[in-house]
């Protein structure tokens, strides 16, 4: 089986500084039913999942934009099981890449999902609903990542959506764990944890407060020490996309 795109991506940033993507979701547990109800699968042309994201509206779906790389053709709403999926909650969807977006070691890692109809909202789906303005984030404050990548090192895909509480890292100890951090982004998890993401699930949404303020970009690349990250975990700050976001969301387009 051919290895996904992402995973070819990882070993190009090994050598760039910026070391893997994706999210493992190390030390977590099986995410209650009612909660996460805006988690969505992201999923390639032969419906394997390949990235996490999240429904803000009846139209659209956030994730990362390194995603892009696994070729997303559609979307599953409405089962933190994936295995019990029904494809009445399937949407292909259009990438709506944000126009600065290069490279993950760029930053700018966000991309827009356009659903192919509007999502019917039940008890199972309903949209988590974003910031309207700046939200101050305290260092230490504890947020929740959720997702269906690993649970340990080399381990594989789970079925089951599982979710970890991890602390906010200081921004000024972030940039001087990693050697080249991009702007616009929040850190949180692994350094000095046991809890984060490690690969498998990049794009999922790092939620403070019932609100989402990341996604999930990328961490270091360490297959064989996942479960703890020597460095902190790093997210896309949703915030200062908030613009961008608004205006692909009003013209329903991109």
Request: proline share 5%; net charge positive; glycine share 8%.
């Amino acid at each position: 089986m051919e290895a996904p795109r992402s995973v070819l991506l990882c070993l190009l940033l090994a050598c760039l500084g910026l070391h893997a993507l994706g999210s493992e979701i190390i030390k977590g547990q099986k995410a209650p039913e009612k909660d996460f109800l805006y988690m969505a699968s992201v999923q390639d042309k032969s419906r394997h999942h390949v990235c996490g994201g999240f429904l803000i509206d009846k139209n659209f779906v956030v994730t990362a934009a390194h995603c892009a790389n696994d070729e997303p053709t559609s979307v599953v709403l409405g089962s933190h099981n994936l295995r019990t999926a029904k494809d009445v909650n399937r949407y292909d969807v259009k990438l709506c890449k944000h126009p600065s977006y290069v490279g993950i070691e760029e930053g700018d890692d966000i991309m827009l999902l356009k659903l192919s109809r509007k999502v019917r909202l039940d008890k199972s789906v309903k949209p988590i609903q974003l910031l309207n303005g700046n939200m101050k984030i305290k260092d230490k404050s504890n947020c929740r990542v959720a997702g269906w990548g690993w649970t340990r090192s080399q381990g594989k895909m789970v079925n089951e959506l599982n979710v970890v509480d991890v602390p906010v890292v200081n921004l000024e100890v972030c940039k001087k764990q990693w050697a080249k951090l991009p702007a616009n982004v929040i850190c949180a998890g692994g350094y000095g944890t046991d809890k984060g993401f490690c690969r498998g699930d990049s794009g999922g949404p790092l939620v403070c407060n019932g609100k989402p303020v990341g996604v999930v970009s990328f961490n270091m690349r360490n297959e064989r020490n996942c479960d703890y990250p020597n460095v902190p975990n790093v997210y896309t700050d949703i915030i200062k996309y908030l613009p961008w976001i608004k205006q692909v969301l009003k013209k329903r387009s991109c």
